[in-house]
């Protein structure tokens, strides 16, 4: 589904929940003036407007349980105007105690790398596709996915990057919706929400793993390629 279908598909929903509680106003059933659901209909809508609206909708998200156990959301961090996002699949603890992603050793070895493509961790952006820690670092479940991904989504629509670097395999199996191995994924261009996207192996899988170092520089190689077409 494209980005712009996307938002007509929340922009529908958002409407028949309006209509559905102004019918039950016309009722009798509930006792909010119409006028109240009219802003909060155009709240939810400018929520997702802004980068600060989603962090802040993130910040008090109660949609999926991680919101019981987490100690902090990580939402995402960089430059809004960045023409390269990566995306993993989940805070850790570190990220979870600090409300930053990639800030462990994966996180160290992840600004290397960035580092190493002549970039800075300023310049791209870094995010999750699941805002809360999983408990014990487990996978994230289906509808875990589910609920948070629209937020990931809306980043995306705002950032408007030109090319995606998915980090491991349970990244790149969600956004692409398969469950091929990264192994048989990596290397080369796949299409998420109509951006270009190359999976690559999880930088903590590089620090138990240093022999697929070469894979990953390849991969980073194609999206500095891509990333340099676009800035010129
Ligand atoms: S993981 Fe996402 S959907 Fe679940 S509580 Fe956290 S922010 Fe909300």
């Not at 995402?76 to 960045?82: M, P, R, V």
């Not at 805070?91 to 970039?119: H, S, W, Y």
């Not at 398969?178 to 796949?190: A, C, E, K, M, V």
Request: glycine share 6%.
């Amino acid at each position: 589904m494209s980005q712009s279908n996307i938002l007509d598909e929340y922009l529908r929903i958002v409407a028949s929940v309006r209509s559905y509680v102004e019918e039950q106003i016309e009722l009798g059933f509930l006792s909010v003036p119409a006028s109240e659901v009219s802003m909060g209909a155009a709240t939810l809508v400018a929520a997702y407007e802004s980068m600060e609206g989603i962090r802040a909708t993130v910040e008090s998200c109660q949609k999926c349980s991680l919101c019981q156990t987490r100690n902090n959301t990580v939402f995402g961090a960089g430059s809004e105007q960045a023409k390269l996002v990566f995306v993993g699949e989940a805070p850790g603890a570190d990220e979870d105690r600090q409300g930053e992603p990639f800030v462990g050793r994966a996180g160290q070895k992840l600004t290397q790398i960035i580092e190493a493509m002549g970039l800075s961790r300023e310049k791209v952006y870094i995010a999750n596709v699941l805002k809360c820690r999983p408990p014990g670092n487990r996978n994230p479940l289906p509808e875990e996915i589910q609920a948070c991904e629209p937020y990931l989504i809306a980043q995306l629509r705002l950032i408007k990057p030109k090319v995606i670097c998915a980090l491991g395999g349970f990244a790149a199996q969600t956004l692409l919706r398969t469950d091929q191995r990264i192994s048989r994924l990596r290397g080369r261009f796949h299409t998420y929400q109509g951006i270009k996207l190359m999976p690559t192996y999880h930088p903590a899988f590089l620090l138990r793993n240093a022999k697929f170092k070469r894979d990953v520089w390849e991969d980073v190689q194609k999206v500095m390629v891509e990333y340099d077409r676009e800035q010129s």
